[in-house]
């Protein structure tokens, strides 16, 4: 195809100095330093058509984002560029699943692997962990998992944690891992980890296979590069180490993902790494008033881990940020909901309104005063659609369907809806397989051989193999597109004549299917032109995520995480909760990078925000059950907050900031030197016993005593409650 036939339209003169410096920057490396608001997508995108002007083929370049959304957007724009064929955009994880179906054999794989949801992974390291006659109340499996997870990002095999075990626990661990990893194996089957694992290794230990992806993506681009966790660096690394091309996107102060392994030196050492790099800084910020980025610059200052830039505001001045405290989270929301009524009822649209928190059990309180405030509302946790039980069967069908040898699946479906096909039976067909060495469709379709099994129930796990023979027999089919054989299993499997409605006479299980299966047909649609298949649709089930779910011409308000704002704007935005526990995370108190990280979720909270911002706390909050008083988040005091406002006596009092530079010092209340207490200090607490104290802030009657137990425990108390007896 000639390169004409691509013909970029843009102008490069619609980009600022410092944006035409990225765009022009052609061969070796490149880090951009992208500010929230500071057009880091028109830039990449614009990036990518003057490679294309210059002469590069769209087929050698790719660009990896960290969500479906965002690759969406870019294709979108670039296609709106001129770029109509070629040009490789997508997330880490779908580059990877290309690439492993790819070059499969080279990677000991099958290329029909299933990818495994978060419920299979669970159901998988529960068996290697009764394999390994191991308690599970002593290694729980979501512990198990987690450790797992960190050991692959950070590219540790089964036999490099072995290596290093040096006591009972790591090497119980090990022996988990390595009959995980075999589990997965006999499924033919890899977990979210796996992709990248699997794809790191491949590039380090085949080199012809690196060699043939560097001259494919000659130019390399990796958005959020502050989120990239080790096997993504080393991704990268692989990807662009034969031609040095690679040009990497992000912002240190958006780094909100060390909980899953994000690594922030990846972006903070990238010079280090390529001592040639051209470095940009994007500070204009085409987004947010100056008083929200004055707000935002005061608080992120407060961090260590970050690369010095500024946030320059590009728009008019607007409202003041103002912070409200409220007696219970009851009256917080109907607060919150009350002032969104009086945005709506001045013009505002509901899609440009949203409400950020901390975590995702602060969505109840909230909820409740919009139902009651008759407010449209979603929720944006779109992955829990996939999670109820008809679909996560629908899902099992096809997945046993694309990779026979998938046994989790199996296992889920032979008896759903009900065939008579009890535990037993299946123990034995299991047993089959396993002494066999075969997967549980083959010993299915081998049941007659099976003599412990009784002849009616051999007819029936038959009658079973042959109906899934049949659905596979549809794959070669090229008019049977997602949605035709979704219909098919879905009225021959038995499972549409099994969906009842509940009690209260909703048919919600069958809208649930009609759901998935309406979706399955828009895929079908977006695709009719490309070679698509079954497993790029289980694939992209299996890498949805919260934020795909966000729709933003929804005539809805949004209620989300903070995580899951990440990558969104909005004119207005509501942040609840702004507590010590909260915001900062409970889990936060012992480390000082976990701080640092929270620190920054509340900064990506703060630059959602276009034309108004609202920030609230309540004095007191439910926790499992228990009214416990709180204590303003310490952040509050950096941004501006003036401590004696903490508790003011009259509910939903405000204090608003402007946009006048100050000193965080200013904020920060020091400790006197006649405090009542010292770092150090011993104490003891009626309830929670003997403990040293962290921290003393000395407000008067408001100071707040730090204090970490002897259980374990570090718990921040106001001091007029807290009633502690000094030791010594």
């Given at each position: 195809?000639?390169?004409?036939?691509?013909?970029?339209?843009?102008?490069?003169?619609?980009?600022?100095?410092?944006?035409?410096?990225?765009?022009?920057?052609?061969?070796?490396?490149?880090?951009?330093?992208?500010?929230?608001?500071?057009?880091?997508?028109?830039?990449?995108?614009?990036?990518?058509?003057?490679?294309?002007?210059?002469?590069?083929?769209?087929?050698?370049?790719?660009?990896?984002?960290?969500?479906?959304?965002?690759?969406?957007?870019?294709?979108?724009?670039?296609?709106?560029?001129?770029?109509?064929?070629?040009?490789?955009?997508?997330?880490?994880?779908?580059?990877?699943?290309?690439?492993?179906?790819?070059?499969?054999?080279?990677?000991?794989?099958?290329?029909?692997?299933?990818?495994?949801?978060?419920?299979?992974?669970?159901?998988?390291?529960?068996?290697?962990?009764?394999?390994?006659?191991?308690?599970?109340?002593?290694?729980?499996?979501?512990?198990?998992?987690?450790?797992?997870?960190?050991?692959?990002?950070?590219?540790?095999?089964?036999?490099?944690?072995?290596?290093?075990?040096?006591?009972?626990?790591?090497?119980?661990?090990?022996?988990?891992?390595?009959?995980?990893?075999?589990?997965?194996?006999?499924?033919?089957?890899?977990?979210?980890?796996?992709?990248?694992?699997?794809?790191?290794?491949?590039?380090?230990?085949?080199?012809?296979?690196?060699?043939?992806?560097?001259?494919?993506?000659?130019?390399?681009?990796?958005?959020?590069?502050?989120?990239?966790?080790?096997?993504?660096?080393?991704?990268?690394?692989?990807?662009?180490?034969?031609?040095?091309?690679?040009?990497?996107?992000?912002?240190?102060?958006?780094?909100?993902?060390?909980?899953?392994?994000?690594?922030?030196?990846?972006?903070?050492?990238?010079?280090?790494?390529?001592?040639?790099?051209?470095?940009?800084?994007?500070?204009?910020?085409?987004?947010?008033?100056?008083?929200?980025?004055?707000?935002?610059?005061?608080?992120?200052?407060?961090?260590?881990?970050?690369?010095?830039?500024?946030?320059?505001?590009?728009?008019?001045?607007?409202?003041?940020?103002?912070?409200?405290?409220?007696?219970?989270?009851?009256?917080?929301?109907?607060?919150?909901?009350?002032?969104?009524?009086?945005?709506?009822?001045?013009?505002?649209?509901?899609?440009?309104?949203?409400?950020?928190?901390?975590?995702?059990?602060?969505?109840?309180?909230?909820?409740?005063?919009?139902?009651?405030?008759?407010?449209?509302?979603?929720?944006?946790?779109?992955?829990?659609?996939?999670?109820?039980?008809?679909?996560?069967?629908?899902?099992?069908?096809?997945?046993?369907?694309?990779?026979?040898s998938d046994n989790v699946a199996l296992e889920r479906i032979i008896n759903t809806p009900a065939r008579g096909i009890g535990k037993t039976s299946l123990g034995r067909v299991a047993d089959y397989a396993?002494?066999?060495?075969?997967?549980?469709?083959?010993?299915?379709?081998?049941?007659?051989?099976?003599?412990?099994?009784?002849?009616?129930?051999?007819?029936?796990?038959?009658?079973?193999?042959?109906?899934?023979?049949?659905?596979?027999?549809?794959?070669?089919?090229?008019?049977?597109?997602?949605?035709?054989?979704?219909?098919?299993?879905?009225?021959?499997?038995?499972?549409?004549?099994?969906?009842?409605?509940?009690?209260?006479?909703?048919?919600?299980?069958?809208?649930?299917?009609?759901?998935?299966?309406?979706?399955?047909?828009?895929?079908?649609?977006?695709?009719?032109?490309?070679?698509?298949?079954?497993?790029?649709?289980?694939?992209?089930?299996?890498?949805?995520?919260?934020?795909?779910?966000?729709?933003?011409?929804?005539?809805?308000?949004?209620?989300?995480?903070?995580?899951?704002?990440?990558?969104?704007?909005?004119?207005?935005?509501?942040?609840?909760?702004?507590?010590?526990?909260?915001?900062?995370?409970?889990?936060?108190?012992?480390?000082?990078?976990?701080?640092?990280?929270?620190?920054?979720?509340?900064?990506?909270?703060?630059?959602?925000?276009?034309?108004?911002?609202?920030?609230?706390?309540?004095?007191?909050?439910?926790?499992?059950?228990?009214?416990?008083?709180?204590?303003?988040?310490?952040?509050?005091?950096?941004?501006?907050?003036?401590?004696?406002?903490?508790?003011?006596?009259?509910?939903?009092?405000?204090?608003?900031?402007?946009?006048?530079?100050?000193?965080?010092?200013?904020?920060?209340?020091?400790?006197?030197?006649?405090?009542?207490?010292?770092?150090?200090?011993?104490?003891?607490?009626?309830?929670?016993?003997l403990g040293k104290v962290k921290e003393y802030l000395d407000l008067g009657e408001k100071s707040v005593v730090t204090v970490r137990f002897d259980s374990g425990q570090t718990k921040a108390l106001l001091?007029?409650?807290?009633?502690?007896?000094?030791?010594?």
């Amino acid at each position: 195809m000639e390169l004409m036939d691509f013909a970029p339209n843009f102008s490069i003169d619609q980009l600022t100095q410092s944006q035409k410096a990225a765009v022009l920057h052609r061969d070796g490396p490149l880090l951009i330093l992208a500010g929230p608001g500071s057009g880091k997508t028109r830039v990449i995108t614009s990036r990518i058509a003057q490679l294309i002007k210059d002469g590069v083929s769209p087929y050698n370049i790719c660009a990896i984002t960290f969500t479906n959304k965002a690759a969406e957007e870019m294709r979108q724009r670039t296609f709106d560029m001129g770029v109509t064929s070629g040009l490789q955009v997508s997330t880490f994880h779908s580059l990877c699943v290309r690439i492993l179906r790819q070059y499969a054999q080279m990677a000991n794989l099958e290329p029909n692997f299933s990818i495994y949801s978060d419920a299979e992974q669970k159901k998988c390291v529960k068996d290697a962990i009764a394999d390994c006659n191991v308690a599970s109340s002593n290694f729980m499996p979501s512990r198990v998992l987690n450790a797992i997870s960190k050991f692959k990002n950070d590219l540790e095999s089964v036999e490099d944690v072995a290596k290093r075990a040096d006591g009972f626990y790591l090497e119980i661990l090990a022996k988990i891992y390595k009959r995980y990893q075999e589990i997965l194996l006999a499924n033919n089957a890899l977990d979210f980890d796996d992709l990248l694992v699997r794809t790191a290794y491949l590039l380090r230990d085949r080199p012809e296979v690196r060699s043939e992806l560097s001259r494919r993506f000659q130019y390399l681009m990796v958005d959020e590069y502050q989120d990239t966790n080790h096997t993504q660096y080393q991704i990268a690394k692989g990807l662009s180490i034969e031609h040095g091309n690679i040009c990497v996107t992000g912002d240190p102060d958006q780094s909100i993902y060390r909980w899953r392994g994000a690594d922030i030196a990846n972006i903070l050492a990238f010079e280090k790494d390529y001592p040639n790099a051209k470095v940009v800084k994007l500070e204009e910020n085409f987004r947010s008033t100056p008083e929200i980025l004055s707000v935002a610059d005061k608080l992120i200052a407060n961090n260590s881990k970050r690369k010095e830039k500024r946030l320059i505001a590009t728009c008019e001045s607007g409202n003041k940020v103002e912070t409200n405290v409220y007696s219970d989270e009851q009256e917080e929301s109907l607060a919150v909901a009350r002032k969104i009524k009086s945005l709506i009822s001045s013009g505002a649209n509901l899609n440009e309104i949203a409400v950020l928190y901390r975590v995702n059990s602060m969505s109840r309180a909230l909820e409740e005063a919009f139902v009651n405030e008759q407010i449209p509302y979603s929720i944006v946790r779109g992955v829990e659609f996939y999670s109820r039980k008809e679909i996560r069967d629908m899902i099992a069908y096809l997945k046993l369907i694309a990779n026979p040898s998938d046994n989790v699946a199996l296992e889920r479906i032979i008896n759903t809806p009900a065939r008579g096909i009890g535990k037993t039976s299946l123990g034995r067909v299991a047993d089959y397989a396993k002494a066999r060495k075969i997967s549980m469709y083959e010993a299915v379709t081998s049941v007659a051989f099976i003599d412990t099994i009784s002849k009616a129930a051999q007819s029936k796990i038959a009658k079973f193999g042959h109906m899934i023979h049949k659905f596979t027999k549809l794959l070669d089919e090229p008019s049977c597109g997602i949605a035709d054989l979704m219909e098919t299993v879905y009225l021959e499997s038995g499972m549409s004549d099994s969906l009842k409605p509940n009690e209260r006479g909703e048919d919600t299980a069958r809208a649930n299917v009609d759901e998935l299966i309406s979706s399955a047909a828009k895929y079908d649609k977006e695709t009719e032109s490309q070679q698509t298949s079954l497993f790029d649709y289980l694939q992209s089930i299996a890498l949805y995520s919260d934020t795909d779910a966000y729709d933003a011409n929804s005539p809805t308000v949004s209620l989300m995480t903070l995580h899951a704002a990440k990558g969104l704007e909005f004119e207005n935005a509501f942040i609840v909760g702004l507590e010590e526990g909260l915001l900062p995370h409970e889990r936060s108190k012992e480390n000082p990078e976990e701080l640092e990280e929270e620190r920054r979720l509340f900064f990506v909270g703060i630059t959602r925000a276009k034309r108004n911002l609202n920030i609230s706390y309540a004095k007191y909050r439910s926790m499992r059950g228990m009214l416990n008083r709180t204590i303003p988040s310490k952040f509050l005091y950096e941004i501006g907050m003036s401590p004696q406002n903490a508790y003011a006596n009259s509910y939903g009092s405000q204090d608003s900031f402007t946009s006048k530079p100050k000193k965080t010092s200013d904020y920060v209340p020091k400790p006197k030197s006649t405090a009542l207490y010292r770092a150090g200090d011993s104490v003891r607490h009626s309830k929670f016993g003997l403990g040293k104290v962290k921290e003393y802030l000395d407000l008067g009657e408001k100071s707040v005593v730090t204090v970490r137990f002897d259980s374990g425990q570090t718990k921040a108390l106001l001091l007029k409650y807290a009633k502690l007896d000094k030791i010594g």
